[in-house]
């Protein structure tokens, strides 16, 4: 079992940044891939930014260049900086991990925290 916690949502205006955190625990020593989505009002989960343990980072074209994922392993942290937030931007964020099994993928998610830009 894998628990993921994000953090570090709130309100910012146009232009804004903010950086979310997603706290890992239990059996993330089997997690290859990480990634962050998002689901806006109406609108379908997305993919934000994913990247397999060790390797690089694909990012949504329209985050590309704004915003950047990292992880601390020593913290068993994930982050999101988000820089020159838009009003589009606006959603609940959430944290994604995944292990490959016998039986297939096994994904973990988080609970979500909630991203609103406005002036």
């Known amino acids: 079992q894998v628990q993921l916690v994000e953090s570090g949502g709130g309100l910012v205006q146009p232009g804004g940044s903010l950086r979310l955190s997603c706290a890992a625990s239990g059996s993330i020593f089997s997690i290859d891939t990480w990634g962050w989505y998002r689901q806006g009002p109406g609108k379908e989960r997305e993919l934000v930014a994913t990247a397999r343990t060790g390797g690089s980072t694909y990012y949504a074209d329209s985050v590309q260049g704004r915003f950047t994922m990292s992880r601390d392993s020593t913290k068993n942290t994930l982050y999101l900086q988000m820089n020159n937030l838009k009003p589009e931007d606006a959603a609940v964020y959430y944290c994604?991990?995944?292990?490959?099994?016998?039986?297939?993928?096994?994904?973990?998610w988080g609970q979500g925290t909630q991203v609103t830009v406005s002036s």
């Open positions: 994604k991990a995944q292990y490959p099994t016998n039986w297939g993928i096994k994904p973990y």
